[in-house]
Nanobody, 120 residues
Framework: QVQPVEPGGGLVQLGGLLRLPCAAS????????MSWYRQAPGKERELVPT???????NYKDAVKDRFAISRDNEKNMVYLQMNSLKPKDTAVYFC??????????????WGQGTQVTVSA
């Protein structure tokens, strides 16, 4: 099956930290830009950070100074390091891979998501 797999997630306390791994299953991640999205109950899914094939990163303002996305192409992995967690970070976090094919069509894969809960 071709999809990112997010085995991490869990319950952490306010101010705690968590590292979410994302494994590219069935595909090679290096040609893809990789992103993390999150969706809180009753809210729309939102983009959190993105890392390009050239390791350029872009972050949602709310997490810019607390979260860090990185990738290890040799291991076919992407990571989201989350520090100073807040209750408003509580959401299901999804790993996403995306690129444009040689035929100029979008190619994207979504993981199934992993729950992150931050307790006050």
């Amino acid at each position: 099956q071709v999809q990112p797999v997010e085995p991490g997630g869990g319950l952490v306390q306010l101010g705690g930290l968590l590292r979410l791994p994302c494994a590219a299953s069935g595909f090679t991640s290096s040609p893809f830009s990789m992103s993390w999205y999150r969706q809180a109950p009753g809210k729309e899914r939102e983009l959190v950070p993105t890392i390009t094939t050239g390791d350029l990163t872009n972050y949602k303002d709310a997490v810019k100074d607390r979260f860090a996305i990185s990738r290890d192409n040799e291991k076919n992995m992407v990571y989201l390091q989350m520090n100073s967690l807040k209750p408003k970070d509580t959401a299901v976090y999804f790993c996403n891979a995306h690129r444009i094919s040689t035929y100029h069509t979008p190619i994207g894969y979504w993981g199934q998501g992993t729950q992150v809960t931050v307790s006050a």
